[in-house]
């Protein structure tokens, strides 16, 4: 636990110290402890002394190798880095695909393990290079889409082939949002260093593979196409690729959907339940063979043959999965409690997981920042305690019903503070599938990879299994949903969870549930009345910006689209809603029509309660909102209109009537609907994509006095066409958010326009270099507002790297 708390420690840092202040570290933390326990020993007397000493000397031990180790680790893959001078620019590399490529429209993305000096990347700066000479990581993940001008097809890719590319690479950049999704410790977890996509010059040098991970993740290809050509217009038939070989990519949203609010997500992502269950089934057969063989029982007692034979199972099958980053930490898990039990000595169980944790810990330290390591090790200690430590032991059906039930309960801290939510059904829906999958499905899958016909039967049991989980997700407080309790009360959950699990007869647990019920019964803080806050959300090349007063939600604009099911609705917008613990919307409005403004609105209408849209052109919004929020009023937005909520003022300014002012005034971003907030604190304006056309027409109308704020939302994200001088000046901002996406082709936000900005005497922020911006209004004018951003807010080291 101390050497995870080191790990951890290190994880949270903003910056590293550099490879020789760990190897410091790790050396004076050894020599310390060595020097306690020496003095310990020789001239500590009392017996009662020593024995917390020397206990609490080792803990610190094991805190400094894991912040130590975490640190050494880090610098080595920070190292491994993409040129600054090679960003943006055409890159040769040569090299082959490393991992099992997924299908996206019609184009692929994959891993490519560059080569050693197979890089023709020019000038580069010895100053700025990675690991090697070439300024280019080993890693990279690549985006390649056919060139729709000559109407190209691509080919087909498989895994280990040789390619040559001319890409264009970039370092690791995501969305940087409150409680958001962190790509960027994704990739780094995974040893991807940069990403890119392919420009040109496209040959395959060679088409077989070289490495065995290259052999596993052809063979995983070659079962898949054989998988989806057996499952042709089988609606769950990707759920049994899943379960096969690990490639998730075909499985619907809906589906997904329903896993989250059933709680059965794990079951379709090969986990420690799978690994463990194929290791049950292979140990079981080999251990009932092997007892009935003379020869080889006195040879090699069967529990230990079959601990050999469950190892194997599961390795093979953890390698079919394709060795990911989770499967990897279940097989350490498996690998260790295999070797206690061939070791031949009686070992706790919790000592053989306090070891798992400690390997899993050294060969991953960025474990620590993946929900699903703290999910798989906290289900495991919850297991343990339900099932040890008992005079009588419950079997059957029994036990499985208590330790389904004490899951359901003990993991809800961690669900919170993950997820921030977990679902109500989770118990019936996991008695039901859990056994389904595990005896039924996953074994006609995996026997399915040598019989295909078996595939028939293992869908009609997916589809049975879906049809129930669909009702039971359909239900209205399938799911409970709750913004992240603050640490304090994350700690005080899970001692309630720890009192829960223990003996009926302990003193204190009773106290138990008025601790979940606190941690169940707590909200965030809302601004007082009179003041507001607003959080222009990092959602791309795009904008949404939410407002938030005393006891009311707008949303400004929904974020853009990012090509097949996904946009900024469902991967930035609802996240975070559901982490502020917004559970309605009284309005969204949405600017004008472009679709980096609205084309997130229809994820974010199907998946919260909308009191009203508004729209500068309602009527073309009819198959978004009523649609599937029959309920949802529809408001043309017009300058003009003014509402108050909670004590904060909110105007439109522009548009006015149709047809006013004519000309370039009729054109999209020139019709956006601009809005002003303000109090007694201060005042935010909402500008859309207005030009500088309707800065002058909104000057015209209202006067500079209409379009004064503290805050100001640039127009068009920064473009040039926008933010004219006398615009600038008659806001009289102290600061500017632009909303621009990483590296844009535009160029947004335009380093005029920046400057601009900053001779009027506003500080410009921006959500591509600093994530999510958020202005906070006070009731009183002596308050003022203040801004910050998010990565200044939780900066890690690896953000930028």
């Keep these: 636990m101390s050497f995870l708390l080191g790990v951890g420690v290190l994880q949270m840092q903003p910056s590293l110290g550099g490879r020789e202040f760990y190897l410091m570290v790790l050396a004076g933390g050894l020599g310390a402890v060595a020097a306690g326990m020496l003095l310990c ?70 891993v490519f393990e560059v080569e050693a000096g197979e890089v023709d990347a020019g000038e580069v700066d010895a100053g700025e290079a990675g690991a090697g000479e070439t300024g280019v990581p080993q890693r990279l993940l690549l985006s390649w889409y056919p060139d729709r001008r000559a109407a190209a097809v691509l080919p087909a890719l498989t895994p280990g082939e040789r390619w040559q590319f001319v890409v264009r690479l970039k370092r690791p950049h995501g969305f940087a949002n409150p409680s958001g999704f962190d790509y960027e410790a994704w ?13 040109a010059d496209a040959r395959l040098l060679e088409r077989e593979p070289a490495g065995l991970m290259q052999q596993v993740h052809r063979l995983r290809a070659q079962l898949r196409e054989r998988m989806l050509a057996a499952l042709v217009d089988a609606p769950h038939g990707a759920i049994l690729v899943a379960l096969g070989v690990g490639d998730q990519q075909g499985i619907r949203a809906q589906d997904w959907a329903v896993f989250r609010r059933t709680g059965i997500g794990h079951l379709v992502s090969i986990s420690g339940l799978h690994v463990a269950l194929v290791g049950l089934l292979c140990g079981g057969g080999v251990g009932a063979a092997w007892r009935r063989i003379p020869a080889l029982a006195l040879r090699l ?39 206690a039990m061939l070791s031949g000595r009686a070992a706790a169980p919790s000592r053989v997981l306090a070891i798992a944790l400690f390997i899993v810990l050294v060969v991953d330290p960025w474990a620590v920042l993946a929900g699903g390591f703290w999910l798989s090790f906290g289900a495991v200690t919850v297991i343990l305690a339900c099932t040890g430590g008992r005079l009588r032991a419950v079997a059957g059906w029994r036990a499985a019903l208590r330790i389904q039930l004490a899951l359901s309960v003990a993991l809800i801290p961690l669900l919170l503070a993950l997820f921030q939510s977990f679902p109500l059904v989770s118990p019936l829906a996991n008695l039901f599938a859990v056994p389904l999958v595990s005896f039924v499905i996953t074994p006609l899958v995996l026997a399915a990879l040598l019989l295909p016909m078996l595939l028939v039967p293992a869908h009609a049991a997916t589809v049975a299994m879906m049809a129930v989980l669909e009702r039971l997700a359909a239900l209205e407080h399938a799911l409970w949903e709750q913004a992240p309790p603050p640490p304090w009360l994350l700690g005080a ?111 974010v209408l199907d998946g919260i309660a909308v009191g009203e849209v508004m729209a500068t052109e309602p009527d073309g919004l009819v198959h978004w909102a009523q649609a599937r929020r029959p309920d949802t009023a529809l408001r043309r937005c017009a300058a003009g209109q003014s509402w108050f909520w909670d004590g904060v003022r909110f105007d439109v300014l522009h548009p006015a009537s149709a047809g006013d002012g004519g000309g370039r005034l009729e054109h999209d971003n020139n019709r956006s609907c601009v809005l002003r907030v303000w109090a007694a604190g201060g005042a935010l304006l909402l500008t859309g994509d207005i030009e500088a056309v309707a800065e002058r027409a909104i000057l015209a109308r209202h006067g500079a006095a209409a379009v004064a704020a503290e805050v100001v939302v640039s127009a068009h994200h920064g473009s040039r066409s926008s933010s004219s001088p006398a615009f600038v000046e008659a806001s009289r901002a102290t600061a500017v958010i632009h909303s621009a996406g990483h590296r844009n082709a535009f160029g947004h936000p335009h380093a005029q326009v920046r400057a601009r900005w900053a001779a009027a005497g506003a500080r410009n922020w921006r959500t591509d270099s600093q994530g999510a911006v958020e202005a906070r209004f006070a009731a009183t004018a002596d308050e003022g507002a203040g801004v910050s951003a998010w990565r200044d807010v939780q900066p890690r080291y690896w953000h930028g790297r």
């Design 493 to 603: 959950g899970l001692v309630a969870v720890g009192l829960l699990l223990l003996p009926r007869a302990t003193p204190g647990r009773l106290a138990a549930p008025a601790l979940l019920l606190a941690l169940l019964s707590w909200q965030p803080p809302r601004p007082a009345a009179g003041a507001f806050r607003a959080v222009v959300l990092d959602v791309g090349q795009g904008l949404a910006v939410h407002v938030q007063t005393r006891s009311h939600e707008l949303l400004f604009d929904a974020g853009p689209a990012y090509g097949g099911d996904a946009d900024a609705g469902g991967r930035v917008v609802l996240p975070y809603l559901r982490a502020t613990g917004v559970r309605r919307l009284d309005a969204l409005l949405l600017s004008h029509e472009d679709i980096d403004h609205v084309g997130g609105a229809v994820s």
């Design 187 to 199: 990739l780094l977890e995974r040893g991807v260093r940069a990403t890119g996509y392919v420009r």
């Design 41 to 110: 020993g020789r001239w500590v007397k009392r017996a009662a002394h020593r024995t917390w000493l020397r206990p609490a000397l080792l803990a610190a031990l094991a805190f400094v190798a894991g912040f130590g180790w975490a640190g050494l680790r880090a610098e080595a893959r920070l190292g491994d880095a993409l040129a600054g001078t090679l960003e943006g620019v055409d890159v040769v590399v040569r090299g082959r695909i490393a991992s099992l490529p997924q299908a996206v429209g019609e184009g692929w993305r994959f």
């Design 301 to 339: 007692p069967a529990q230990k043959a079959r601990a050999v034979a469950a190892l194997a199972g599961a390795s093979a099958y953890a390698l079919l999965a394709g060795m990911g980053i989770p499967v990897l930490r279940a097989w350490l898990m498996l690998a260790v409690v295999v070797l």
